[in-house]
């Protein structure tokens, strides 16, 4: 099993752009949907963006769509979330998540309780 651990988070103004990174150990990373998950004070955890194995068919959150864009290198165990065109409702812990024999809209609709791996999160707080 994989593990995870994020990195890129911070504070930016509305409008400004942030790059999340995920780094994977293992050598099975290739074999799993990896996606992104965020978590607002008070609020349930959410879904944001996921990509299959194959890197193809990303699956976004309507509320994301057109701004975020979630890519993977499988040679460096990597998934990333670009996020542009920030807002002040996109402030929250965003995690990493993975889940092998599934796929990238699967884990568009499944609880969180449905990913099997998660990083340890990364804040990112965009101000107004």
Known sequence: QVQ??????GLVQAGGSLRLSCAASGRTFFSYT???FRQAPGKER???????????????ADSVKGRFTISRDNAKNTV?????????????????????LTT???MSIMPPSGVAVWGQGAQVTVSS
């Open 80 to 100: 990333y979330l670009q996020m542009n065109s920030l807002k002040p409702e996109d402030t929250a812990n965003y995690y990493c998540a993975a889940r092998s």
């Open 34 to 36: 990896m996606g992104w």
């Open 4 to 9: 995870l651990v994020e990195s890129g988070g």
């Open 46 to 60: 959410e879904f944001v963006a996921a990509l299959s194995m194959s890197g193809s068919s990303p699956y976004y």
């Open 104 to 106: 990238a809209q699967a």
